[in-house]
């Protein structure tokens, strides 16, 4: 498992990008792609492809580790609220 600032700004952009197509892309009735800011998701379905999206760059566990968890640092402060 790397660690998210292990991976390069173009690989971080990719899956962003990634994760913003999973979120929002949405098609027309002519399959014509667009951006949905109302997409509605399935739970299960949405943590299954973000945890595709980690496996695919590296970013998930592949058997237990001791992986020491975030510090105070490590995650912009922004983001704080977002951990349990």
């Avoid at 700004?9 to 990634?18: D, E, N, S």
């Avoid at 949405?26 to 667009?34: N, R, V």
């Avoid at 970013?59 to 983001?79: H, I, N, R």
Wanted: glycine fraction near 4%.
């Amino acid at each position: 498992m790397r660690h998210a600032s292990e991976l390069s700004l173009p690989k971080l952009q990719q899956l962003v990008t990634a994760i913003q197509e999973l979120l929002y892309r949405d098609e027309d009735e002519q399959g014509m792609p667009f951006w949905n800011p109302d997409r509605t998701w399935e739970g299960a379905d949405v943590c299954e492809e973000l945890g595709k999206l980690m496996t695919h760059y590296e970013l998930a566990p592949t058997k237990p580790d001791f992986y020491p968890p975030f510090s105070q640092g490590d995650v912009p402060d922004d983001t704080d609220v977002h951990r349990t």
